[in-house]
């Protein structure tokens, strides 16, 4: 066993997929008087530096076939990568069969994720599923005793720098590296698994992977003894992990948490109607349509303007100067919208620490995905919430009809609900939110939490009474006695909406009408935990 000890790099096999920086170090290698062995397009481009090196079929006695899916699974190439070189039986076994050792692997695979990134066909994709090049990298890196392994090119300068100044690559650069290409492997395979399990269907599957590229490690997470990190897993879905940074001090774990369900909401929204979205510690405190993104930021804003503060500001439109100038006027925490004109940026640029996030686009509400919950000793996972109220089937369950303009409303109440921890009451009048009761124990709690704040909310905007007069409001589940609906119609919503389910729904029907309001069920139900 050669740990602790420098291996001398003597001979590398080069075969890569991503050429970026290749061709300089391989020079960098060949200048060392390192034996460089490669493959197909490596091997050219490596021959056009001037640098010798040998082809794969010139080491191994064979030729590459069936179009290239055979040329490295060969005993010369794994028996090089394999063996324990102070092993005397593995020395014989090397001299009787010629086998050369393989010091440094450098190895990229075929974009497998980039290929189903593009909708390639099927046959595309299984085409560019690599099998040589991971064989490779699992070999080198299980002999990371006396083999280095290489897998990113950001990795290249500081081995080369190692052999240059030593001869060799010191073992906790090897084994670091061999972690390093474990976890790509890793990461390579779930995404082939993966991606199968969503051609075929098999939710059932007995075994699931889920893996990440570091993007970042934060400051720390939710708290400060917290460590924290941001992997992103290639889905190509607009929101945090795929936006663009403006301007602003790095995102935090909150932060980056935040946005994500604000642009997750403001998502749900058709684009060609303004909306704005303001959220605190995940939950929306404030969400409105407007005839414009500025009126609809200060309609949002209206509904809880003391949770505002330090808030995320989500826009479904290009961000424009006027709302810029109104926004800023409060300290916020982050801004995520698809798009924002030079002028509006110009006028965040005067608030240093603002980020400002462009997506380039909206999420797809309705697009598939997986949410992944860790507990003690395993995993939850379960499909995305794709479906809303606009995908339900509204059934007027009492006498009073909703109007026109509470129907709207309703609609919206119960959009902005399935965003809302559980239990939720979303208040809604004239296209905006006027009151919100988020994580209450009970829904009677969360109607009366809502009302409070509405009273509140009405207070500071110059209002008497409560901002609930005249509302609508929507539940994310079904109420299970009337109790939690008739404090909802106390603050003063004449209509309700709410999936509906529960042994009492007769009962809350009949509340319902007793009260002289409209109620309507959709048979959705929209927890949040």
């Not at 061999?178 to 059932?204: H, L």
């Not at 001090?249 to 946005?259: P, Q």
Request: proline residues 4%; hydrophobic residues 45%; negative net charge.
């Amino acid at each position: 066993m050669s740990d602790g000890k420098l291996v001398p790099v003597k001979r590398a096999l080069l075969s890569v997929f991503d050429k970026t920086g290749m061709a300089e170090f391989a020079r960098g290698l060949a200048d060392l008087g390192i034996e460089l062995v490669s493959t197909g397009g490596t091997h050219k481009l490596i021959a056009g530096t001037g640098a010798p090196v040998r082809d794969i079929s010139d080491l191994t006695g064979f030729p590459e076939m069936m179009d290239g899916r055979v040329k490295t699974l060969h005993p010369k190439v794994h028996g090089g990568l394999l063996s324990v070189r102070d092993n005397p039986t593995h020395a014989a076994a090397m001299a009787e069969h010629e086998i050369g050792a393989i010091d440094l692997v450098v190895v990229n695979l075929y974009p497998f994720e980039a290929t189903i990134a593009r909708g390639a066909s099927y046959e595309e994709t299984i085409e560019n599923i690599d099998i040589g090049g991971p064989a490779m990298i699992r070999s080198a890196a299980k002999n990371h005793a006396y083999v280095t392994v290489v897998v990113d090119p950001a990795d290249y300068g500081s081995v080369l720098s190692s052999i240059r100044e030593t001869g060799g690559v010191p073992f906790a650069t090897r084994q670091k590296l061999a972690a390093k290409a474990y976890a790509r492997t890793a990461n390579y395979d779930a995404t082939i698994s993966n991606w199968f399990a969503g051609e075929i269907g098999f939710a059932d599957m007995p075994y699931r992977s889920f893996s990440g590229q570091l993007k970042e490690v934060m400051r720390y997470g939710e708290n400060p003894h917290q460590w924290a990190a941001f992997y992103t897993t290639g889905e190509r879905r607009p929101g945090v992990a795929t936006a663009r940074q403006v301007q602003g001090k790095a995102l935090s774990y909150n932060n980056l948490n935040d946005t994500d369900a604000a642009f997750e909401l403001i998502s749900e929204f058709d684009p060609s109607v303004p909306a704005c979205a303001i959220i605190k510690h995940a939950n929306p405190c404030g969400v409105a349509l407007g005839a414009s993104p500025t009126e609809a930021y200060r309609l949002a804003f209206r509904t809880d303007p003391v949770s505002a503060f330090g808030g995320i500001v989500a826009f479904n439109q290009v961000l424009d100067r006027a709302t810029a100038e109104e926004v800023v006027k409060i300290f916020t925490e982050v801004i995520v919208a698809p798009d924002a004109t030079e002028e509006a940026i110009a006028v965040i640029s005067a608030k240093k620490n603002l980020r400002l996030l462009l997506t380039g686009a909206l999420a797809d509400g309705k697009a598939d995905g997986l949410v992944v919950k860790s507990l003690a000793g395993g995993l939850l996972v379960q499909t995305r919430d794709n479906r809303n109220v606009d995908d339900a089937e509204f059934r007027v369950v009492t006498k009073k009809q909703p109007t026109e303009t509470e129907i709207r409303d309703l609609r919206l109440a119960m959009k902005v609900a399935k965003h809302v921890k559980s239990n939720a009451i979303i208040y809604v009048k004239d296209g905006a939110t006027v009151g919100i009761g988020a994580g209450q124990m009970s829904r009677v709690d969360s109607s009366r939490v809502a009302h409070g704040k509405s009273i509140d909310a009405a207070e500071a905007a110059g209002i008497a009474g409560a901002l609930t007069a005249g509302s609508v409001v929507a539940s994310d589940a079904f109420f299970p006695f009337p109790d939690g609906m008739l404090a909802a119609v106390e603050a003063g919503a004449t209509a309700v909406i709410q999936p509906g389910g529960s042994m009492n729904d007769q009962a809350v029907i009949d509340a319902a009408d007793q009260a002289g309001v409209a109620m309507v069920m959709t048979g959705m139900r929209h927890f949040r935990h």
